[in-house]
């Protein structure tokens, strides 16, 4: 099994899927592969430090975030070889030729990235939207041997195929809850290696989220201090979903961007779904529907 997950910065994994990544790892162990791409520089996003000490020191965070999770850390390069800035992604007419050689490079079984607004009204992170419409544009290109061939040369007249994953969404909470889910998991069981992660993250847990004043938070002064403020998190979101559940879990909605699976093949691959909380037969009756289109 190999899996993908594609953000915008360093932490987002941490926040939105590294439970159920854990518990697929304490399931498959050596036969689970999981890459984290982050696709910007991480040099903004702080109210004292410079933009080069932070996309160091949220580099090195995010590296030992790695080593306890026990995935794969990539940064995003472009074709030229730069890493895409904040806020500029959109900017970048380079962007879906990179994100296209990342996923053909890796060919992974399923790809996790954030989530379209559903609503309109919704809020957003412009580098959160940004991705998801990438990986949205860039899907059906994963199969197309030569899309990107001026930007990254092969021979154009041998191909292989390439596997297309299915491609879920994670939740986002700047979006507070707009965002329907097909599949809850329960993630209780991970919780303290999800804080464990999370807690890599100081210059972001300690300084800068308090700070920008949105998240609600107080700085947490040690890790028990942060599993109390993680505690509060997963219940605000559980409650933003419309979820009574005092357990921790991470939900995700299945898109048509890549394959279709079928229902069958999400409850096998899957760590156990929570299908209590899952809209399961609203789900079931989506998949069928796309696999007859065309």
């Not at 806020?87 to 030729?97: C, D, G, K, V």
């Amino acid at each position: 099994m190999k899996i993908l997950y594609i953000h915008a910065h360093y932490d987002d994994y941490e926040f939105t899927a590294s439970g159920t990544f854990e518990l697929w790892r304490r399931r498959l162990g050596q036969a689970l592969t999981v890459r984290v791409l982050v696709c910007t520089d991480g040099a903004g996003g702080h109210q004292f430090r410079t933009r080069a000490e932070t996309a160091r020191l949220r580099r090195e965070e995010q590296l030992a975030s790695a080593r306890i999770g026990g995935y794969e850390f990539a940064l995003l390069e472009l074709p030229d070889g730069r890493v895409p800035r904040e806020t500029f992604l959109a900017r970048e007419p380079l962007l879906l030729a990179a994100l296209w050689k990342a996923i053909r490079d890796f060919e992974p079984d399923y790809l996790f990235c954030p989530p379209m607004p559903a609503d309109p009204l919704a809020g957003v992170h412009v580098d959160h939207l940004d991705v998801a419409n990438a990986v949205r544009e860039v899907a059906y290109l994963i199969n197309v041997p030569h899309a990107f061939t001026p930007e990254y040369p092969a021979d154009e007249t041998r191909s292989a195929p390439c596997r297309v994953p299915v491609i879920l969404n994670v939740q986002d909470s700047y979006q507070a809850g707009a965002v329907p889910f097909d599949l809850a998991i329960d993630v209780e069981d991970a919780f303290e290696q999800i804080c464990r992660m999370s807690y890599c993250h100081q210059s972001q847990i300690v300084e800068w989220l308090p700070w920008v004043g949105r998240h609600h938070m107080e700085p947490p002064r040690s890790i028990a201090g942060w599993q109390a403020e993680c505690r509060k998190r997963f219940h605000r979101r559980n409650r933003a979903l419309g979820l009574d559940v005092a357990r921790a879990l991470e939900v995700f909605t299945v898109t048509a961007w890549g394959s279709i699976p079928t229902l069958e093949q999400l409850r096998k691959d899957f760590p156990p779904i929570f299908e209590e909380a899952s809209p399961l037969d609203r789900l079931e009756q989506r998949l069928d529907a796309w696999r007859h289109v065309g």
